[in-house]
């Protein structure tokens, strides 16, 4: 079947499609209302070195940045740890975060991003991830008995203040609702319009046959009526037995044969040569 056979039996059974594709809107629409939107916040934190690592006198930290790259990586895995993202979650279910370094520079910078349902939710994880960033980094350097002087801080450089709604999932489970309701109307139209098509010409096909079967019966019972023989309807005589006309005088007389001439029995005579 091609296309142009498709869209024939479509408008052939529009009352199966019209119906089907008002559904698959309302099935469209419906997804669309009852998935709600994700709504994400993100921040950045910057690494800057300790006043015991920086040049007598130095009072710019930002000039003193090009070793942190590989402290801020050991951040990243840490903050990126079960651990750390379960204890977040868990004070807002359904909230995702995405710890990493931020790709679009090559300083000691940490993106923070969090996706939450709400935008309450959201501004919560993104300040408890903030919070963790910083109580992390002083834990690792506890751990490691860093002298205050040396010990690397932290401090925030972006925060979003107002959450950005995701309609990405929306969009996606909208159109996969309405276009898997107009696949399964394309599907029934064409089942029943193939199923009537069928049944039509099995109907047709045993009209065709019995007109057929009439037709062949009609000249044949006539030619057969022509070539049957007629009935000889008279008895057929007995040439050797000649019977003589029923005297009436004689009632026997109509069953005893004539008796044969004298012309007939007498033999032939010299005269008669």
Do not use: C
Not at 86 to 94: I, T
């Amino acid at each position: 079947m091609n296309v142009a056979d498709t869209l024939r039996a479509l408008i052939r059974r529009w009352y199966i499609v019209v119906p089907g594709l008002l559904l698959a809107v309302a099935v469209a629409v419906g997804a669309w209302v009852a998935v709600k939107p994700a709504y994400e916040r993100s921040a950045t934190q910057l690494l800057l070195p300790g006043e015991g690592v920086m040049p007598e006198g130095a009072t710019n930290p930002f000039l003193f940045l090009g070793g942190l790259s590989q402290a801020t990586d050991v951040l990243v895995r840490t903050l990126s740890s079960g651990e750390t993202v379960e204890e977040v979650v868990g004070r807002y279910p359904g909230t995702e975060v995405e710890v990493r370094r931020d790709p679009t520079t090559s300083g000691p910078v940490v993106w923070t991003t969090v996706t939450a349902q709400s935008d309450a939710d959201a501004a919560g994880a993104l300040e408890a991830m903030l919070a963790q960033a910083e109580s992390a980094l002083a834990r690792l350097q506890t751990e490691q008995n860093v002298r205050a002087r040396d010990e690397i801080t932290i401090t925030t450089l972006t925060q979003d203040t107002e959450s950005t709604p995701q309609q990405r999932t929306r969009m996606v489970l909208a159109a996969g609702a309405g276009a898997a309701a107009v696949a399964v109307t394309l599907v029934v139209a064409s089942l029943v319009d193939g199923l009537a098509r069928r049944r039509g010409g099995r109907g047709g096909n045993r009209r065709k046959m019995s007109a057929h079967e009439a037709s062949d019966a009609e000249p044949g019972s006539a030619s057969e009526q022509d070539e049957a023989p007629e009935a000889d309807l008279t008895e057929p005589t007995d040439p050797a037995e000649p019977t003589d006309p029923a005297d009436p005088a004689d009632p026997g007389g109509a069953s005893r044969p004539r008796a044969a001439s004298d012309d007939q029995t007498r033999a032939p005579s010299a005269v008669d040569v």
